[in-house]
């Protein structure tokens, strides 16, 4: 019961911080998430030479020298999302090196469409060991066809188009709206791309960036995970900022659930007094599907719904993982491959967790908030990765919730 002011974007506040590297001067982004994966991506920037002040939600990246090409391996394998830098290394420098990555608690992360994209631009890699060297002489346009909507590829091949000699073509690209968001600041900033948030994206290459500012949109996800937390406990809650439109699947996905939900460009208003009802069979998928970031708060909504429902992960193939820890409260989740199972309404009882990675450790604390008696959730650094302050905001919803530092 209450209301709470959704932060910045972090999936589309990092790769236009990356994206600012591409620009030889002054970058000034506001309304940026206060989380650790944009102080990694600061100190990433910083290291390859970048100036970054940072105050409060607004960074000042000035990115007129880039005089390293390395990108540390303490950052790289903490944020594997880093990989984006690759693209924009490329497109400056015609140059970067860099750790592989890594597969991560969800699943693996291979990055191999990453750097096809790239090499059809015109870089060369070459692997020692788990070291990657790209180099370009020449970054050239293309004709790229993703054999999947990757967020992150096609992020790296937009960022290594935009600097590129000619006209470079992307198909089957990933609409999600941090895509459209990328394509708007780099326009913004004088690039020459078309389509983005679309399915085929075309990228005419200029010669040069110039210095421009921009405003992160708010986190469809830290949104969608506050709203799954209302149907789940019941309650009800106004979602300032929250980004509707973004949410379109979910918004009608509680509908169905028994919630009522008023949404207009101010944000998000949403009630569960009723019986929360199963919606049967649900799978995540590519925009503007379910989103797989949303996949973990969702099985604690599943749990307490009366009926059997089922959540299959199409995106990730290690991110049910959670379920198991889910358990120990009482969720009663069978894991199949890469399908959970679950007969609610239960009545989850509160015990100690440990969060694993982000999006699960935040479904654990949703869990605790429906719990019946006290939860702790341990490696709370997890969930501090993408959520600015998951206790303040739970805490303004009305949820009895501290932590111990
Ligand atoms: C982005 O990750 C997001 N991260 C993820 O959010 C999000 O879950 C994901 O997109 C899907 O929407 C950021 O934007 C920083 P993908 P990304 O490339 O780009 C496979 C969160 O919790 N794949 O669309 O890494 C990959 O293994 C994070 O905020 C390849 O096989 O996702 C996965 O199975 C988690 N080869 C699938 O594609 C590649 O070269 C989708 O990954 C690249 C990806």
């Not at 100036?51 to 005089?67: N, P, Q, W």
């Not at 379109?248 to 009723?274: F, H, N, Y």
């Not at 959730?377 to 805490?395: A, C, H, P, S």
Request: proline share 4%; net charge positive.
């Amino acid at each position: 019961m209450g209301e709470a002011a959704i932060q910045g974007s972090k999936n589309a506040a990092l790769p236009v911080m990356a994206a600012s590297v591409l620009v030889p001067g002054v970058t000034v982004l506001s309304n940026c998430p206060e989380i650790s994966d944009v102080s990694c991506m600061c100190e990433l920037l910083r290291s390859v030479g970048a100036k970054v002040v940072r105050e409060g939600r607004k960074l000042v990246i000035d990115a007129s020298r880039i005089s390293r090409c390395h990108l540390p391996e303490e950052y790289v394998t903490r944020m594997r999302s880093s990989v984006i830098l690759a693209g924009a290394m490329l497109g400056r420098c015609r140059e970067v090196y860099f750790q592989h990555p890594g597969g991560c608690v969800i699943g693996d992360r291979p990055i191999d469409m990453h750097l096809d994209a790239l090499r059809q631009l015109g870089a060369v890699f070459t692997q020692d060991g788990d070291h990657l060297a790209g180099r370009a002489g020449r970054l050239s346009g293309a004709r790229i066809i993703l054999k999947f909507p990757s967020v992150g590829a096609t992020e790296n091949a937009v960022l290594a188009a935009v600097l590129a000699e000619g006209t470079t073509e992307i198909y089957r690209c990933a609409k999600e709206p941090e895509i459209r968001a990328l394509c708007s600041f780099l326009n913004g900033a004088g690039a020459r791309v078309f389509g983005g948030g679309s399915g085929h994206i075309t990228v005419e290459g200029v010669s040069c960036l110039h210095e421009s500012r921009w405003r992160v949109e708010p986190d469809r996800i830290v949104a969608g995970t506050y709203l799954i937390g209302v149907l789940a406990a019941g309650g009800r809650a106004r979602l300032s900022g929250a980004p509707a439109r973004q949410l379109t699947e979910v918004l009608k996905l509680a509908q169905r659930m028994g919630a009522q939900i008023a949404a207009d460009k101010e944000g998000i208003w949403v009630e569960r007094s009723g019986e929360l009802k199963s919606p049967g069979a649900l799978e995540t998928g590519v925009y503007p599907e379910i989103p797989t970031d949303l996949q973990s708060p969702l099985l604690v909504a599943l749990c307490r719904a009366q009926g059997k429902s089922s959540l299959t992960e199409r995106i990730f193939n290690g991110r049910l993982a959670v379920a198991e820890e889910l358990n120990r409260m009482g969720a009663g989740i069978e894991v199949e491959g890469n399908c959970a199972r679950t007969q609610g309404p239960r009545l989850l009882t509160g015990c100690s967790v440990t969060a694993r990675e982000l999006r699960g450790g935040a479904a654990l604390v949703l869990a605790g908030v429906c719990a019946a008696g006290y939860s702790r959730v341990y490696n709370r650094r997890f969930i501090d990765r993408g959520y600015e302050d998951i206790v303040r905001d739970l805490k303004s919803l009305g949820a009895d919730i501290g932590s111990e530092t």
